[in-house]
């Protein structure tokens, strides 16, 4: 049983349009998660941290977080063609491993 | 200030021979964590350093596969008599805390088994 759900894409987003990346996850316990995001041929970046239920802003970026409905959510507004990658959703379930979700590959479309 | 440094960042071996990659953490980090990518896949976890306790080492896929951290720094995985299906990016992560600390991720070793 996958403990993080990520649809794998890919995603094609137009360029100036919000991009919403989701991700659902099956243990209640969980506290804290995170956004990453990769490039082809490039190691995973931080993106964001989220760590309680609501809204978190960073510049274009916002994390959204539900624990009641188990699923976390990153937005990215005025999308540029730079943020194509694949977006990693993860998360601690319990213990002290971080679990990651297969990604979404998003795509820019200029 | 430096991040997670890996060394080689690429490593072309022959089926059987032995491979050691390094792994240098943030200053400072207490944990310590490799994974696995294989082309197009997702993260598979293969062992976990904490400090001075036992490592975690419920992601390591056969017995062909070891880690050590010495001094509570730098770390090495080594993978004996190597396996065309051992092929992948090795990512090493640090982070400042366990339970819920965020990793920072090193550039990974590239590892080509011929």
């Known amino acids: 049983q996958k403990e993080v759900e990520q649809n794998s894409g890919p995603l094609s987003v137009p360029e100036g349009a919000i991009a919403s990346l989701n991700c659902t996850y099956s243990d209640r316990g969980s506290q804290s998660f995170f956004w990453y995001r990769q490039y082809s041929g490039k190691s995973p970046e931080l993106i964001m941290s989220i760590y309680s239920n609501g809204d978190k802003e960073d510049g274009r970026f916002t994390a959204q977080l539900n624990k009641a409905s188990q699923y976390v959510s990153l937005l990215i507004r005025d999308s540029q063609p730079s943020d194509s990658a694949t977006y990693l959703c993860a998360g601690y379930f319990g213990n002290e491993k971080l679990t990651f979700g297969t990604g979404t590959r998003l795509t820019i479309i200029p | 200030g430096a991040g997670v440094s890996q060394s080689p960042s690429n490593k072309v071996t022959e089926k059987g021979k032995d491979v050691e990659l390094r792994c240098d953490p943030i200053?400072?980090?207490?944990?310590l964590y490799w994974y696995r990518q294989s082309l197009g896949q997702g993260l598979e976890f293969l062992i976990y350093f904490q400090g001075n306790s036992a490592p975690d080492k419920s992601g390591l896929p056969s017995d062909r596969f070891s880690a050590e951290r010495t001094g509570g720094s730098v770390s090495t995985l080594t993978i004996q008599r190597t396996q065309q299906e051992d092929s992948a990016v090795y990512l090493c992560?640090?982070?400042?805390?366990?339970?819920?600390?965020?990793?920072?991720f090193g550039p990974g070793t590239r590892l080509l088994v011929l």
């Open positions: 992560a640090s982070s400042l805390a366990d339970r819920g600390g965020t990793q920072y």
């Open positions: 200053s400072g980090h207490t944990a």
